[in-house]
Structures are given as C-alpha cells and as structure tokens.
C-alpha cells in the first residue's frame, strides 16, 4: 500500500473514532414512581412518571453546531406550572408570556448558559429566548421534578411566549423538531 493510502485510512479511522466519541451515550436508568394524588402536574401534556417504568438518564446532550437539532416542548415557568418549582437560574418563577426556557442537562452545562439567550428557528422563523432552567435528564420521578420523567437529552423546554413567536397554531404546541444556536 502507499504512504498516501495508509494516510487517508488512518485519517478516516481518526475521523470516526473522535465522531464516536462525541455521541451521548444514556449515563443510566431510573425507575418509575407513582406520583402521589394530585402531585403530578399534566399542564401543557406533561407526563407523569409510571410505577415501575425504567427511564433513560444522561449526563450529556448532542454536540453544539451552528443550528443544533432538538425538541421543542411547552413548559409553564410561572408558579404553580408544570415546571415544578422556581427556575434553577435565579430560583425565580417566570411569566410565561416571556421567552423563557429550560435545556437538557448536557446543553444546560452546569448552570453555564443561565441567563444567555439563544436563537430558536423552526416554522420559518426564529425567536431569541432566555435560559432560566435546566430540564433534568438525569433524575425524576419524585417530588423535586413534579413525578416526570427525566428530559431527553435534546429537549428545550420553552414558554408558550416562544411558541407563539414561531408562529405555531396552539393546537400544535407541544411538541416540534427544532434548530437553535446561542445568540
């Protein structure tokens, strides 16, 4: 073999092994608990947590690129919502009438992005949004996360503000495939 082939392969296999290594593997498993009556909170379509049912956990979420996919979800950041308790940025509750929203674990870095904005697109337009919150994809299923589930790892979570600002009819909201980027 030549010198340039053997480089190219070898290249090749680099490529792929640090590509592998940046995928975000599950980091564990929870099970399930039934929430307490009246202790889950199902606004906005939120699930509550099965008795018994084993839920994915992660540490990470997908790598950062210049338009990251994820998933959009509906969350109320006002108190008395289905986000539970006060945000983990300030420990405030938030209007729900401003764009506000919670990342995964992962994207949510420790508390690193709190209080950045990010850049939303999906439906043709795109919308500027606060991080106030981190949606936990490494614990739930007990009192602190409201009896839900933990958050995949490609979730933000966001106030209806946001939806609105995408233009998305409310029988829509819920769920929608995304683009976002810090601002």
């Known amino acids: 073999m030549k010198s340039s082939t053997i480089f190219s392969i070898s290249l090749l296999l680099t490529i792929c092994l640090a590509t592998e290594a940046q995928q975000c593997r599950p980091s564990g498993r929870i099970r399930g608990k039934k929430a307490p009556s009246g202790q889950c909170n199902t606004e906005n379509d939120s699930d509550c947590c099965v008795k018994g049912k084993m839920y994915t956990t992660y540490t990470c979420s997908p790598p950062l690129s210049g338009h990251t996919k994820a998933y959009l979800t509906l969350n109320s950041f006002e108190a008395g919502g289905d986000g539970g308790g006060p945000s983990e940025c300030d420990n405030k509750y938030h209007n729900d009438n401003t764009p506000v929203v919670a990342l995964s674990t992962g994207w949510y870095n420790g508390g690193g992005r709190c209080h950045n904005n990010i850049t939303i697109s999906a439906n043709g337009r795109s919308v500027v949004a606060m991080v106030v919150d981190e949606c936990d994809s ?10 839900q589930p933990p958050c995949p790892n490609n979730i933000v979570d966001a106030s209806k503000a946001v939806w609105e600002a995408l233009g998305v009819r409310k029988e829509d909201w819920g769920g929608l495939d995304i683009t976002w980027s810090d601002a």
């Open 138 to 147: 490494t614990m739930g299923c007990d009192a602190v996360h409201d009896y």
